[in-house]
């Protein structure tokens, strides 16, 4: 399977910028398996044969959880593309639910980024593109928006 935009190029088009979803995405799966980990630790460290069983227990649950979240957030990514080209502006999430959003450069208004204290120190955050007559979409926890952003405004 192809990227999305390599299927969609028009003539005389080129990809000046791509980007994805940030790494930040598999939070909840990097918890949950420092948190298994933990448990395992913790596990070994005590001579008490119920508690053993309970930590070993609770870290099979907590590595089953960590291991969907991977997963899910492994999928997610791989599904999302968010690209600009000389002509438009182009971001596709999903695969076999497809939502896509397209806006040609020269309808774009205006480029908002949105980010937080820690999406500024790991440089990612949310972009909102607006567009004349065309509305607003936004594309949340994309990495370096600042970049994409600036490729969106410079001509």
């Known amino acids: 399977m192809g990227r999305y935009i390599d299927e969609i190029l028009q003539p005389g088009e080129k990809v ?28 070994r460290a005590t001579t008490t044969e119920g508690i053993v069983l309970l930590c070993l227990s609770a870290a099979a649950v907590v590595a ?62 949310s972009v909102t593109v607006r567009g004349v007559g065309e509305g607003a979409e936004t594309i949340d926890t994309i990495a370096s928006p600042l970049d994409f952003r600036n490729h969106i405004t410079a001509r």
């Open 64 to 125: 089953i959880a960590a291991l969907y979240w991977t997963a899910t957030a492994w999928f997610q990514r791989w599904t999302t593309e968010t690209d600009v080209t000389n002509l438009r502006v182009v971001h596709k999430a999903g695969f076999i639910k497809r939502r896509t959003f397209e806006m040609s450069l020269d309808k774009v208004e205006s480029v908002d980024v949105n980010q937080s204290i820690l999406g500024r120190i790991l440089s990612y955050g």
């Open 16 to 43: 000046l910028y791509s980007t994805n979803l940030h790494w930040i995405f598999y939070w909840k799966a990097i918890a949950a398996w420092v948190l298994a980990l933990v448990l395992l630790v913790l596990s």
